[in-house]
């Protein structure tokens, strides 16, 4: 199974060990993992404060890199939560609903 791993910006700043980690475990069990380096943030943060823009403009960022087929996998809740939950209400009637 191919999957591509996503790194949060606090799991690559503060516990880059747990990335690497994760990495072991996917491979134990026998994923083959991608790992794209132009990743950078969710867009969380961003959306949080209340900065919408500027948080749609990471999240585009984020689709246009992980816009490969395969599962994307991260080791955090609230990172994957604001994915699967948020995305379609910053994309509504947007080129990036269907994405």
Do not use: H
Request: net charge neutral; hydrophobic share 35%; glycine share 6%.
């Amino acid at each position: 199974m191919k999957v591509q791993l996503f790194v949060p910006c606090f799991i690559d700043q503060l516990y880059p060990s747990v990335a690497f980690n994760m990495v072991k475990v996917l491979e134990k069990a026998g994923c083959t993992v991608y790992y794209n380096s132009n990743q950078t943030c969710c867009g969380q943060p961003a959306f949080n404060a209340g900065f919408w823009g500027e948080a749609r403009d990471v999240c585009q960022k984020f689709i246009d890199d992980f816009s490969n087929e395969g599962y994307i996998v991260a080791p955090s809740a609230s990172c994957i939560g604001f994915l699967r939950n948020y995305y379609k209400k910053i994309f509504e009637d947007t080129r990036y609903t269907e994405k």
